[in-house]
Nanobody, 124 residues
Framework: QVQLVESGGGLVQAGGSLRLSCAAS????????MGWFRQAPGKEREFVAS????????NYADSVKGRFTISRDNANSTVYLQMNSLKPEDTAVYYCVARVAYLNVIDSRGYNYWGQGTQVTVSS
């Protein structure tokens, strides 16, 4: 089992920044592909970003490309999501996720482990 705990969410004005963190425990962190999904009220859960085991490959949703950056620290079993130039439409609960294979990373069904989520609210 892998346990994922997110932190860093909160309320920020449009144009501001937040950095989300996700601390993992339970298995060898570097064995897992990590990612972030989000879900806004009344909407389906959507892919935000993913990062391969050695940080060689990253993918982003078009809606966040150029504004968000995913990174990981394998020594400290943590993955980050730096969010800049935030918009009200970024308001959502953000979930940290983990999976074994870097395949079809935008499909939520491939992720074995999910955190509890952290709320991000962007005011206009």
């Amino acid at each position: 089992q892998v346990q994922l705990v997110e932190s860093g969410g909160g309320l920020v004005q449009a144009g501001g920044s937040l950095r989300l963190s996700c601390a993992a425990s339970g298995r060898i962190f570097s064995n897992y592909v990590m990612g972030w999904f989000r879900q806004a009220p009344g909407k389906e859960r959507e892919f935000v970003a993913s990062i391969s085991r050695a940080s060689v490959v990253t993918n982003y949703a078009d809606s966040v490309k150029g504004r968000f950056t995913i990174s990981r620290d394998n020594a400290n079993s943590t993955v980050y999501l730096q969010m800049n130039s935030l918009k009200p439409e970024d308001t959502a609960v953000y979930y940290c996720v983990a999976r074994v294979a870097y395949l079809n990373v935008i499909d939520s069904r491939g992720y074995n482990y999910w955190g509890q989520g952290t709320q991000v609210t962007v005011s206009s």
